[in-house]
């Protein structure tokens, strides 16, 4: 079981948004920042997103982040074929002393 | 430009002891927490171990608690984790990254390729 709740799975057709949802607690979202990684089959995580809503340095635009309370989501906007990968959500937890993770959501490009 | 490269990966018997380690490449090692995630087949990311940027605090996931130990040399930019009492359920891709804000504030930019461990009678 996973510290953070994401859904399993999300899927949409090119051009469209897509939202990625991941539930937490106080001691993790609720009161630290949030990241997220882009997990491709066979391949390293890939941050793409920090400190809940900033972007690193060559991850597009499309991808859009936020945080309110215990929760935390992911837009991604204009959906390409490449976007097709696992994605979950981090952050550092007070009672854990250390990073939970979500369980991942599969977004599927139709 | 930051390079990571775990190495050390291998197939063991349960109740057997393994060692990775992670080379980094790159300016101010020594600035950085380092982590070892870790994802088993079919399963999510999974955080294992955490160690200061000084080797002076390191944290684990209960899982493994007692059983790994998570540890650094600054002056060879190594980060390793010795893995004893191996479990089936320790199988999966490993991975170390650098912790680039402390406490996971700025994320894990930088990750390894990661390295196989098998668990397995």
Request: proline content about 6%; overall charge negative.
């Amino acid at each position: 079981q996973s510290p953070l709740t994401q859904p399993p799975s999300t899927s949409g057709i090119p051009g469209q948004r897509v939202t990625i949802s991941c539930s937490g607690a106080k001691s993790n979202i609720g009161t630290n920042p949030v990241s997220w990684y882009q997990v491709l089959p066979g391949t390293a995580p890939k941050l793409v997103i920090f400190n809940s809503h900033q972007w690193p340095s060559g991850v597009p635009d499309r991808f859009s982040a936020s945080k309110s309370g215990t929760s935390a989501s992911l837009a991604i906007s204009d959906l390409h074929s490449e976007d097709e990968a696992e994605y979950f959500c981090a952050a550092w937890d007070d009672s854990l002393n250390g990073p939970a993770f979500g369980g991942g959501t599969k977004v599927t490009v139709l | 430009q930051v390079h990571l490269v775990e190495t050390g990966g291998g197939e063991v018997q349960p109740g057997r002891s393994l060692r990775l380690d992670c080379g980094v490449s790159g300016d101010l090692f020594h600035n950085f927490g380092m982590y070892w995630v870790r994802r088993a087949p079919g399963k999510g990311l999974e955080w294992v171990a955490h160690i200061s940027y000084d080797g002076r605090e390191s944290h684990y996931a209960e899982s493994v608690e007692g059983r790994f130990t998570i540890s650094r040399d600054n002056s060879k930019k190594m980060v390793w984790l010795q893995m004893n009492s191996l479990r089936v359920e320790d199988t999966g891709i490993y991975y170390c990254g650098r912790d680039e804000g402390g406490a996971l504030k700025l994320g894990i930019l930088n990750w390894g390729q990661g390295v196989p461990v098998t668990v397995s009678s």
